[in-house]
């Protein structure tokens, strides 16, 4: 079946402004995982969510952060006003009830000029 | 949160020779630990994992070790190739995930 998609694949924004990130991830995955890996770098954990319920956010580096997913399916990670700092590539993944195994998306690369 | 450190950051071998990578984790509480590859512009690629309740698994030339009481695991790759060369990620879990910072292998022909 579909893997998990991201889109878009790349992002150019400008310093200030707003972006938003999404992630589909394989249907019936109840667990989807955001996470920021800037380069040569491990992928950070920034926020973690069990259906529609966010149960961590704690790895959100600041209030510019947010992240969505009110179906339960589709989650969108919202950056406000962004920061040449923000310049990473923002990977989900997913994983369903009973595995272990989370599956990556190919990620979005975000550069912000 | 869990912490999670991996050495060495940069590993160079010659084909055929061993590689190993060792993690440590902070979370006693964490009882999944997978193991990435991740090639340039890729996704993390899963290449093994071992449970809390495991010591050691196997697949083809490719072992991780885990010792618990001590809090760390290891990766082995032997008889290595050069389509092992990328860079290998530990990760541990005990809701979400943590990674390691990256070792980048290098297999010389």
């Known amino acids: 079946g579909a893997g998990v998609s991201q889109s878009p694949r790349y992002k150019v924004a400008k310093r200030g402004q707003d972006v938003a990130l999404r992630c589909d991830p394989i249907?019936?995955?109840?667990?989807l995982f955001w996470y920021q890996q800037a380069l040569g770098q491990g992928p950070e954990f920034l926020t973690y969510?069990?259906?529609?319920?966010?149960?961590?956010k704690s790895g959100l580096p600041s209030d510019r952060f947010f992240a969505e997913r009110p179906e339960g399916s589709v989650s969108t990670l919202k950056i406000q006003r962004t920061q040449q700092e923000d310049s990473a590539v923002y990977l989900c993944?997913?994983?369903?009830?009973?595995?272990?195994?989370?599956?990556f998306g190919p990620g979005t690369r975000l550069t912000v000029t | 949160g869990e912490n999670v450190e991996q050495h060495p950051s940069t590993l160079s071998v010659q084909e055929g020779d061993s590689a190993v990578i060792k993690c440590t984790y902070s979370?006693?509480?964490?009882?999944?630990f997978p193991w990435y590859k991740q090639e340039l512009g890729k996704r993390p690629q899963l290449i093994i994992d071992?449970?809390?309740?495991?010591g050691e698994k196997k697949d083809q030339r490719i072992a991780v070790t885990l010792n618990k009481t001590a809090k760390h695991f290891s990766l082995h790759i032997t008889e290595t190739q050069p389509e092992d060369s990328a860079v290998y990620f530990c990760?541990?879990?005990?809701?979400?995930?943590?990674f390691g910072t990256g070792t980048s292998l290098t297999v010389i022909p």
């Open positions: 993944a997913t994983k369903g009830r009973v595995d272990y195994e989370q599956y």
């Open positions: 249907s019936g995955h109840v667990s």
């Open positions: 969510f069990q259906n529609e319920a966010q149960l961590d």
């Open positions: 979370d006693s509480a964490s009882n999944y």
């Open positions: 071992i449970r809390s309740n495991v």
């Open positions: 990760a541990a879990r005990r809701n979400q995930f943590y």
